[in-house]
């Protein structure tokens, strides 16, 4: 089997944002780059899958700046065996991402399975796994937190709204986006962290791909942080008067209750 | 006056209020309000959309399309957009909305503004503002080129209008043609609690590790359910077993934006603020006065959360009675 990851690198969690003198992006200097959470379901279960299928191979994607290699690294020392790395701006948008990503996947002979997560924790539209199946006219079944691999089928439950589960039937090829719960996620072994050095990580250039900058559809401007918030009002006494203070105030001054 | 064209969203027969937000937003700015709904046996909702200003409701019915899949409706929807020529398409952030509208998008090669949390309509085009890194920044976006403006809508971001059932739409029934699907809903596993899922909610009752187990968590389903509440959960709460990944509130689980947050017992790391900053009024109740939750708390009791919880519930219950 061709297994493929498309993986981003983003910001930690914990990373305190601050902004670029003009605006318009953030500032990115010492920030701690990571492979974004959920994308981590999404490796774990290309190799899981290649370790029940062998003599398959897992190629692992990324589209960013040189930057995101590193992640891609990341990716090839849990045990994925190649990595394509393609080149676009920072700025890129999802469409010019997912054209990016779907444009090196065409190169590809054979893609049986796409796995992604769904969604990116930095940006956070989960666009881009729809938009590359839609570019590559696949279906796509996202926010899946269980698989069963039948005959060229897979079998999904995905999450929906209000706890409910969907049990979602797709043919093969099929591009799946991961929700938390998958699986459990390996740590990179030493020998694989060395191994890792020497797999190959091809590079490609939007011209090598028929993309161009002008398939960007938004740009991101005027960024802002949060307006700083006014102290709140702390509601003292005893417990029993604090209950009926905050109570009232909820439901007579703030009218949300 | 721009076309405005709704994905409306109903489940179970019932119509979702995030749709109601949006007809109410385009058609109070006086704009052309089309909405399309899909499904089985969903024709009698149409009227209830025509009540919060829909002028066109588009209804395409077919047993392909009792369930959504993003291969199905966008094979109804795209080309009716084609023949309505929008200039601008609206759907909420939802499961649903947030899978569909992409696929849309990408075959209209046009753009896509996910998880909007301000929507302004400016002649034919739209003003939004959505957040990134999880609400630590927003940004505005700019659409380049010249196809229709997508964007979906954040649940509770706008406010539901009240409704007028002197108000009607034009129902046109539409006949689907489906070409081949490959993927299809075999089932599904309805959720046992009953309460509201925690983006959709008006109000949500989060607990933390404070609440040291899974059993202490009644408490304040007890207190959700006087309220009509959600119960969310913290990180901590959810990676030490409490509470299912689906009710953490944060970075790496559901971004909220209730009328009213209560956060019990959560003491504020960076990545839980992300995903409730946007609630309308937040409460927290802490025992430690330094947590970093108050700083973001519009009210702040400082107490234990086992004392005060069910004092709350019998105030809020008093409250509900009246």
């Not at chain 1, 020998?191 to 900058?213: M, Y």
């Not at chain 2, 046109?172 to 299809?184: C, D, E, K």
């Amino acid at each position: 089997m061709n297994i493929y990851v498309c993986i981003k690198q983003v910001p930690d969690t914990e990373t305190k944002i601050k902004l670029n003198p003009n605006q318009s992006g953030i500032d990115t200097t010492g920030i701690k780059w990571i492979v974004s959470p959920y994308d981590e379901f999404a490796v774990e279960e290309a190799l899981r899958l290649k370790e029940k299928n062998p003599g398959s191979t897992v190629t692992v994607l990324s589209a960013g700046p040189s930057r995101v290699i590193e992640a891609i690294r990341t990716a090839l020392a849990t045990g994925a065996d190649q990595g394509i790395h393609i080149e676009i701006p920072e700025t890129a948008d999802n469409h010019l991402t997912a054209k990016a990503l779907a444009g090196a996947l065409k190169k590809e002979t054979q893609v049986d399975l796409i796995f992604t997560g769904k969604e990116a924790i930095d940006d956070g539209a989960s666009q881009v796994s729809q938009l590359v199946a839609e570019y590559l006219h696949l279906p796509c079944v996202s926010v899946v937190n269980s698989i069963q691999y039948g005959n060229q089928t897979v079998q999904c439950k995905r999450e929906i709204e209000g706890g409910s589960i969907e049990i979602l039937e797709s043919s093969m090829p099929v591009l799946i986006a991961a929700q938390k719960g998958l699986n459990e996620p390996r740590y990179a072994s030493l020998p694989n962290i060395l191994k890792a050095k020497k797999k190959e990580v091809k590079s490609l250039k939007l011209g090598d791909i028929g993309v161009s900058e002008a398939d960007q559809k938004i740009r991101y401007k005027n960024f802002q942080l949060p307006p700083p918030k006014q102290a709140g009002k702390k509601i003292s006494g005893d417990p029993t008067a604090q209950a009926k203070e905050l109570v009232r105030i909820l439901h007579a001054e703030a009218k949300v209750v | 006056m721009a076309k405005v064209f709704i994905i409306a969203e109903q489940r179970d027969g019932r119509l979702k209020k995030s749709t109601f937000e949006l007809i109410g937003a385009a058609s109070s700015a006086g704009h052309e309000t089309h909405a399309v709904l899909l499904g089985e046996g969903v024709s009698g909702l149409a009227t209830e959309l025509g009540h919060y200003g829909a002028k066109t409701v588009h209804v395409a019915e077919h047993s392909a399309l009792k369930y959504y899949t993003s291969e199905a409706y966008s094979q109804v929807i795209v080309p009716l957009v084609k023949s309505i020529s929008p200039h601008i398409i609206l759907g909420s952030h939802s499961p649903t909305g947030r899978d569909l509208m992409p696929r849309i998008a990408a075959q209209l090669e046009t753009g896509l503004a996910s998880d909007c949390t301000q929507l302004r309509f400016e002649g034919n085009q739209i003003q939004v503002r959505r957040p990134v890194y999880a609400g630590k920044a927003t940004v505005e976006v700019e659409f380049l080129g010249n196809g229709p403006k997508l964007a979906t809508i954040r649940p509770n971001a706008l406010g539901i209008p009240k409704p007028n059932t002197g108000l009607s739409a034009t129902v046109v029934q539409i006949s689907p043609h489906l070409g081949t699907l490959r993927t299809r809903v075999l089932d599904v596993v309805k959720g046992s609690s009953g309460r509201p899922d925690v983006t959709e909610a008006s109000i949500v009752v989060s607990g933390g590790r404070s609440l040291k187990s899974a059993e202490n968590f009644k408490i304040l389903e007890d207190l959700a359910d006087v309220l009509g509440a959600a119960v969310g959960a913290s990180r901590a709460a959810v990676d030490a077993g409490f509470r299912p990944h689906r009710d953490q509130v944060g970075q790496t689980g559901k971004v909220v934006s209730p009328s009213l947050y209560l956060a019990c017992g959560i003491s504020g790391a960076i990545q839980h603020l992300a995903g409730m900053r946007t609630s309308k009024v937040i409460v927290a109740i802490n025992t430690d006065p330094e947590a970093p939750i108050f700083e973001l708390a519009d009210y702040g009791i400082v107490g234990d959360l086992f004392t005060l919880v069910p004092l709350l519930q019998e105030e809020f219950k008093k409250v509900k009675e009246n």
